[in-house]
């Protein structure tokens, strides 16, 4: 079990940034963050892309080109690795690589060794909006997000946050579409916070979407936090 100490951002508490899809201004310098966490959990991404290859990493031909810049840009170590293997080796964030077909932005490539209910196979090559499609609530934002992506600029990353309710803390959790997460009604509860940032590469005009997880027991909460998270999560309840 890997948890943090506590969490550096709850995005519940504001309403402009609790609401889809909650998108502020990062600093470039902060675009990519370590937390308390970080031996751990990085220990145990070089063992889920050894011992899981092709579910934590997933990769088009059309993507090599970013992800050699991205592996540039992060300056992570060469090596006869996949450069966005390197890459994600190299930082504590899932990484993952989208680039504009048409009207869309499509997942090309990724490194995704804790995902929250979904399996990168199911989501490569796939645009923002129908990898969302199991997320009704994603619907209603889908084109401003693509208006988003679209217009993010070279010297200004962007960030959000979400807020999720387990009561499994496995930080590995791959999920098919239409498979729920299983929420005991008896078990103790954890909150998972993706803190997601996008920043787009200079060269090839990719954008690059890293995920840093976070989670922590219920009891870290205060009061207050555990109150208004409980409105916007009720499965935090107890049954």
């Not at 645009?127 to 619907?139: D, G, K, M, Q």
């Not at 209603?140 to 387990?166: C, D, H, T, W």
């Amino acid at each position: 079990m890997i948890l943090n100490t506590h969490l550096p951002i709850k995005a519940w508490l504001e309403p402009r940034t609790a609401r889809l899809p909650g998108v502020q201004p990062v600093e470039i310098d902060n675009w990519l963050l370590q937390s308390d966490t970080y031996e751990a959990q990085m220990s145990y991404r070089h063992k889920l892309v050894e011992e899981r290859r092709d579910m934590v990493f997933q990769a088009m031909e059309v993507a090599t080109e970013a992800c050699h810049e991205l592996c540039n840009l992060i300056g992570a170590e060469n090596s006869d690795e996949h450069p966005l293997i390197n890459a994600a080796l190299s930082v504590q964030e899932d990484l993952c690589i989208l680039q504009k077909q048409g009207d869309s932005h499509i997942l090309t490539a990724a490194v995704m060794c804790f995902p929250s209910s979904w399996d990168l196979r199911q989501k490569i090559g796939r645009s923002i909006s129908t990898i969302h499609e199991p997320v009704p609530e994603f619907s209603p934002v889908s084109k401003s997000v693509e208006r988003m992506l679209s217009a993010i600029r070279i010297e200004q990353p962007l960030g959000r946050a979400n807020f999720l309710i387990y009561t499994d803390p496995e930080l590995h959790q791959p999920r098919g579409e239409g498979i729920l997460k299983p929420i005991d009604p008896q078990a103790s509860r954890f909150i998972r916070v993706e803190r997601q940032t996008f920043r787009r590469l200079p060269e090839t005009q990719a954008v690059v979407f890293a995920i840093h997880t976070y989670i922590v027991p219920e009891s870290s909460l205060t009061a207050k936090e555990h109150r208004v998270l409980t409105r916007l999560k009720p499965e935090l309840i107890r049954s």
